[in-house]
């Protein structure tokens, strides 16, 4: 999805309206479009923490949305909707005024610069309509204090658009800008929630599509790229009817030592779980008693490791036989990071197997950049502290002070792989300079192992698709979406839970999962 400037989305909700949709028509998609949003968000939510709904409400078009809400929360909810406006009905304009005055008389209207304190107890979900995408700046009052009390409060926050106080633009943000856990933006998204502050701000995030025609968008300019659900879902076609365990991905799994016998599990689990055909996890021989699992979907294969308890150059010959029916190489999940067997990952680059180069497997770069480009596709999956050892084994120390978008497209093009830079907001690179950056996620990833099961989601999708770039887009964007829906919260959510969530996640997305 394509991400303009708050002008060119002015313009596009200009341009629409002239050409016949009525802007009354634009507010009511997008109440309606957040609305249903915000159900789907609140459903996760223990009841007694979702009882009062309170729209807080501005002068603006960002109010009218919120107008809208709250009469659709009002008419399709049991719980009680208050709107806390900073001004009253009769300063209003245009279809905001018109929205206001729609709202049923049971819905309490309360005008002020301070929110009462019933507002503020178990159950409250405030739901930030004060400013949009129209601030910049720094804030004035009443905006400081409302947004300050609700900062303050222990209640869930919902912000329309962009969260008030964070530039729609920059990402910078005034010392009173909300805090939300779900941002729910109209139209396209806008670039504040993927920079500086702001995405630290918005939570999860989620996109409305008001009606903008496709050949409006198109003439503006795209300022970076993010996945969304629309993105993903127009990829994720039928299975065809006659698949089967070889058409749909055979993989291979290298990694476990005696310190990390679970990674390769959780890779090919996340690989099984996203569709793929035949799995299978090579492992030293001497942890084979450490291997305990409860799935027998994947294949366990023990290579000879002469009982050192991890993976040695000595080991090649194996894995050359191991390789020869292979679709796509997993490298590097809890593989340690001994001399040998790093000198035993290089050997395996000279593969022409396409090859994904992760955790452990990614120290094999120092030292060796002469190993890209390779003749098979490569894909690289650093976190940041990956990515950081691996610009100074480039020698490009200037990178190190750069963006991470700045980073992935540089190093993606200079060693001719794909980079899926890992990370809240997570960048994706390809090697022709293409860059897209993820919308789903939570902190619920913020738990080891987690990235082992992306590795095999990366894997598993590879297969599918003939396009790499789109294989990628599609594993990183319903690894993080499968981590928005854990069941039991962000604390809770380990690595083991996600294989079991990736067709959760599917299933949000595509009828075709």
Known sequence: MKVVST???????????????????????????????????????????????????????NGGDGYVIARLLFENT????????????????????????????????????????????????????????????????????????????????????????VNADTGSVDDHAICADLTVTLGLPKPGLFLNQGHELSGIVRLVDIGIPDEFADEKESLFNVVFHQDIQSEILRLPKNSHKSTMGKILVIGGSKWYPGAPLLSGLGALRMGGGLVTAAYPESITSLMRMKELSIILT???????????????????????????????????????????????????????????????????????????????TPHQGEMDRIIQASGKIDLLNQSRESQAKTLASEFNVYIILKGSRTVIASPEGEIWINSSGTPALASGGTGDVLTGMIA???????????????????????????????????????????????????PFA
């Open 7 to 61: 002008r060119d989305m002015r313009d596009l909700d200009a341009k629409t309206i002239q050409a016949g949709t009525p802007g009354g028509v634009l507010m009511e998609r997008a109440g309606t479009g957040a609305f249903r949003e915000i159900l789907s968000y609140i459903e996760r939510i223990n009841e007694k923490h979702r009882t009062s709904f309170n729209i807080l409400a501005g002068k603006g078009n």
């Open 78 to 165: 049991d719980s009680c909707v208050r709107v806390l406006s900073v001004c009253n009905k009769d300063e209003l304009k245009g279809d905001a005024k018109i929205n206001a005055n729609y709202l049923p008389k049971q819905v309490e209207f309360i005008i002020g610069d301070r929110i009462p304190d019933e507002c503020f107890g178990t159950g409250n979900v405030f739901i930030d309509c004060l400013l949009g995408t129209g601030f910049s700046g720094a804030l004035r009052q009443p905006y400081c204090s409302i947004i300050n009390s609700v900062n303050k409060s222990k209640c869930s926050v919902i912000a329309i658009d962009i969260p008030s106080g």
């Open 302 to 380: 023990p290579v000879n490791d002469n009982n050192l308890g991890y993976h040695s150059n000595e080991m090649i010959d194996q894995y050359h036989q191991l390789l020869d029916q292979k679709d796509i190489i997993v490298l590097g999940p809890g593989l340690g990071r001994e001399k040998d067997t790093i000198k035993l990952v290089r050997c395996l680059l000279s593969t022409n197997k396409s090859v994904i180069l992760d955790a452990d497997a990614l120290s094999a770069i120092k030292g060796h950049v002469n190993l890209f480009p390779r003749t098979g596709t490569t894909i690289l």
């Open 460 to 510: 598993a999708c590879c297969c599918q698709f003939d396009d790499v770039l789109t294989a990628l887009k599609v594993a990183v964007f319903i690894h993080g979406l499968a981590a928005e829906l854990a069941p039991n919260g962000m604390r809770n959510c380990i690595a083991d839970d996600l294989p079991a969530l990736i067709g959760v996640a599917l299933k949000d997305v595509t």
